[in-house]
């Protein structure tokens, strides 16, 4: 490993390998930064080693993954697997540690491509062993084979439950109840974007066939529930919710939630890129160009890291932003990059063209997003509920990095990732204004942590 | 209560959680491990002494830290077992004194 590269890559996803290859091509130099011990990012994670049998549950859709994975390995770039970035400067020197051994690199240009993390939902009781995130469903069977061996219940909204649904039930999982928070009146909101979707009629078609699969196995299916509650003293025993008028109650030992992704933008918070407002999901992202250019000069952002588009997207995007790296670098003229990006600009509309469909249609729930329950942990870390941080308020505190020095509330080791987004909802319910109003946690580095020790032997550019 | 439904490819290696031996797959990360052999629960907050498990197991909610090796706040999830790897769970705040 050099400590100079022309392009440094964050994450080893669809955009960071598709970008990687592109890179490569144009002869760039290339260091791609990867959390996970095997290339795929989540989407297509360890699809390298899995077994036949998994590779049949989980469809083409994961094992097409390996072409791209394959190509991503057959490239000359420098590859750190298991590698975590913990700060990345205005600069463009990265910090990573890799198996314990910290050091810097710097790039000419850094593209980010450190993808999504899911919506953190803060029932009451999520915090209760036996409840866990449906992609963290997803990552066991992926990548290890592990199933839920009890009654499971999946709650909440997106084409992710939906799968992880169809799947768990197609390996044999207990799955008991499907609990869909989509409120109602998404459907209506969403018809007006259903044509322009049908250009990518296959996303739909495949969330048509996920539904067969749970009806046809028996499994309920509750529509428009409200009022979700996990109930247990030590660990989840039940889950409460309302659905049509009717509360019911269902015994469960696992409870998996979901709400939807958003861009895991840790980095371009850190470096204080420009974000906007994304309302009808809800989240922030960097405000880029086509090519992935943020509002700091050699920082670039590909794949769902800029806003979710879905991992064929991501690919097509990191192509572009690997593009847009070399010609910034004078390595490919102008003309040149517009030539090879054409049929990558015309790939990346249609991907994205099921999206405006897609982002209403499973606009998460305002009740869910504000936790009207004053009991709901909303920082995990440090036990911040929704009714000490409206207490806060309630005594003049406006802002969030405000409310963090008064409550703690973000100030754990997950930094805001699991309590940021509803911290300036609830804020913004309280003050009643818009969420841009109210902004976002202050980002610091160490973004993951790092030991003193590793600190002081970490190997510095020269 | 989780269970390995499918086999993986490669070799074993044997850890120590607590002060249990066990031999599991050489790709599982410690809170694949954690979960599948059936631990509860893999630590207790600094703050109330509640119960946590893995919660993202992406390396986003630190909710499966734990002590590898002597080393507190280690995130499960993120970290492989290693063959003589041991693994504690963690009661409340990691321990500074070293």
Redesign the interface.
């Known amino acids: 490993m050099k400590t100079r590269y022309d392009l440094i890559i964050i994450g080893a996803g669809p955009a960071g390998m598709a970008a990687a290859e592109t890179a490569a091509d144009c002869g760039l130099s290339v260091l791609v930064l990867g ?1 996970d ?1 095997l290339p795929g990012g ?1 989407v297509y994670r ?1 699809v390298e ?1 899995a ?1 036949p ?2 590779i049949k ?1 989980l469809g083409p859709d994961y094992e097409e993954g390996k072409t791209l994975v394959g190509r991503f390995r057959g490239t000359s770039v420098d590859y750190a697997p ?1 590698a ?1 970035v913990w700060e990345v400067e205005p600069d463009l020197t990265v910090g990573f540690l890799a198996q314990g051994d910290a050091r810097q690199v710097r790039g000419r240009r850094i593209l980010i491509a450190s993808g999504a ?2 919506r ?1 939902v803060p029932i009451p009781g999520w ?7 449906v ?2 469903a997803d ?3 992926k ?8 009654d499971t219940v999946l709650a909440g909204s997106g084409p992710l439950l939906l799968q992880t649904a169809s799947r768990l039930i197609d ?3 207990s799955v008991r109840a499907v609990l869909d928070t989509t409120p109602f009146s998404n459907h209506l909101a969403s018809l007006p974007y259903l044509p322009k979707a049908l250009f990518a009629a296959d996303y739909l078609r495949k969330g048509l066939a996920m539904k067969r699969v749970i009806r046809r196995s028996g499994t309920m299916i509750y529509r428009n529930v409200k009022r979700l509650e996990a109930l247990g003293s ?2 989840v025993e039940s889950v409460r919710f309302t659905g049509n008028g009717t509360t019911r109650e269902m015994k469960v ?2 409870l998996l939630l979901h709400n939807g992704v958003v861009p ?1 933008n840790q980095i371009t918070f850190l470096l204080a890129c420009a974000h906007e407002w994304y309302d009808v999901q809800r989240y922030w992202r960097p405000v880029v160009d086509i090519w992935g250019n943020t509002s700091m000069p050699g920082i670039g952002v590909a794949g769902d890291a800029a806003g979710i588009s879905g991992a064929k997207a991501a690919e097509v995007s990191g192509h572009l932003a690997a593009l847009e790296a070399a010609f910034a670098l004078r390595v490919i003229s102008e003309a040149e990059k517009d030539l090879k990006s054409a049929p990558f600009k015309k790939r990346l509309s249609r991907e994205r063209s099921v999206r405006p469909f897609l982002d209403r249609l499973f606009r998460p729930d305002p009740d869910l997003l504000v936790p009207r329950d004053d009991h709901t942990v909303v920082c ?4 911040v509920t929704a009714g000490q941080i409206r207490k806060a308020l309630e005594l003049g505190t406006t802002g969030p990095n405000q409310l963090k020095s008064q409550t703690r509330c973000g100030m ?3 930094q805001g ?2 309590c940021g987004l509803t911290l300036s909802e609830i804020i913004a319910d309280y003050r009643k204004v818009a969420v841009p109003e109210v902004g976002y946690l202050r980002i610091r580095p160490p973004i ?2 790092i ?1 003193v020790e590793q600190l002081s032997t970490m190997r510095l550019i020269g | 209560m989780f269970k390995r439904r499918y086999d993986v490819k490669g070799p074993t290696v044997t850890v120590t959680i607590e002060d249990k031996e066990i031999t599991v797959p050489a790709s599982e990360t410690v809170a694949a491990a954690l979960l599948a052999e059936g631990f509860a629960y893999t630590r207790t907050t600094p703050v109330s002494g509640a119960l946590r498990t893995p919660y993202c197991l992406m390396g986003t909610c630190f909710d499966c830290l734990v002590e590898i090796d002597g080393i507190p706040n280690q995130q499960a999830c993120q970290t492989r077992v290693r063959d003589g790897m041991r693994i504690k769970i963690q009661k409340g705040a990691r321990d500074i004194e070293s």
Do not use: W, Y
């Open positions: 959390e011990r989540q360890d080693q077994e049998g998994l549950l298991e975590v993390r899911e953190p915090t209760l062993p036996g409840v866990m995130a992609t963290a990552i066991l069977l990548s290890h084979g592990i199933i839920p061996a009890g390996s044999g999982a030590n660990f030992n696992t895991e995990r870390c440090e036990e754990g080791p997950c990732r699991m993951k942590p030991t």
